[in-house]
């Protein structure tokens, strides 16, 4: 049973289209994270929330803590968007982050 | 300001051999973990440190062991190395342990074992 899931598992788009990424995780939570692997394999941290809504530059995120749902969006996509984009939600025994399998976005020129 | 390092960025191992992963960080974070990274599944726990002096199993701590040398260093031991260990590692520092702080991320290092 997985904990955190995301959809879609992957993505294609075209350069200048709105994207929604989506996560749905089945354990209480004190914070969500998203975050971003580089084509290179780096990862980076791009948001942490807990109520609400976070705006950073072209990236917005949304979590609604009834429906254990968030969302990241991205306006106006770019190709150097392209990258994998993954969940995460404090959900271990040990109290550590349970990450999701991940959204692989490609936006075309 | 290098944040997270980690070392080597590419090892290959034939079965049996064991090494060690090396990570630092120059944030005087209190928590550093480690992490693998397998196709198809999401990044899980193999050991973490809270804070200095500490350590504790994740989800997948079989054929691992670690040292947390001090604060800045933490670093992973494949005793004897098995071809379900070829995966890609990252090591990962926070100022508290994970869910209130955001994680920052090492290079990785990409492993293989045959």
């Known amino acids: 049973k997985n904990e955190v899931e995301q959809s879609p598992q992957n993505l294609t788009a075209q350069e200048g289209e709105f994207i929604t990424i989506n996560c749905s995780y089945s354990?209480?939570?004190?914070?969500l994270h998203w975050l971003q692997q580089h084509p290179g394999g780096g990862i980076v941290s791009l948001f942490m929330?807990?109520?609400g809504k976070k705006k950073h530059g072209r990236l917005i995120a949304t979590i609604n803590i009834q429906e254990k749902h968030s969302s990241l969006h991205i306006t106006a996509s770019h190709p150097r968007d392209s990258a994998v984009y993954i969940c995460?939600?404090?959900?271990?025994?040990?109290?550590?982050?349970?990450f999701g399998k991940g959204t692989k976005l490609s936006v075309k020129p | 300001n290098a944040g997270v390092t980690q070392t080597p960025k590419f090892q290959v191992l034939k079965t049996g051999q064991s090494m060690t992963l090396q990570c630092a960080q120059d944030?005087?974070?209190?928590?550093m973990y480690w992490y693998r990274q397998d196709p198809g599944m999401g990044l899980r726990l193999i050991y973490y440190?809270?804070?200095?002096?500490?350590?504790d199993k994740g989800e997948v701590p079989n054929g691992y062991n670690v040292s947390r040398l001090n604060k800045r260093e933490f670093s992973l031991r494949l005793e004897s190395a098995a071809p379900s260990q070829t995966s890609v590692y990252f090591c990962?520092?926070?100022?508290?342990?994970?869910?209130?702080?955001?994680?920052?991320f090492g290079a990785g290092t990409r492993l293989s074992v045959l």
């Open positions: 990962a520092s926070s100022v508290g342990l994970a869910g209130n702080y955001i994680q920052y």
């Open positions: 354990v209480g939570i004190s914070a």
């Open positions: 929330l807990s109520s």
């Open positions: 995460a939600v404090l959900g271990g025994s040990q109290g550590n982050l349970i």
């Open positions: 944030m005087n974070h209190n928590s």
């Open positions: 440190s809270a804070s200095e002096g500490t350590t």
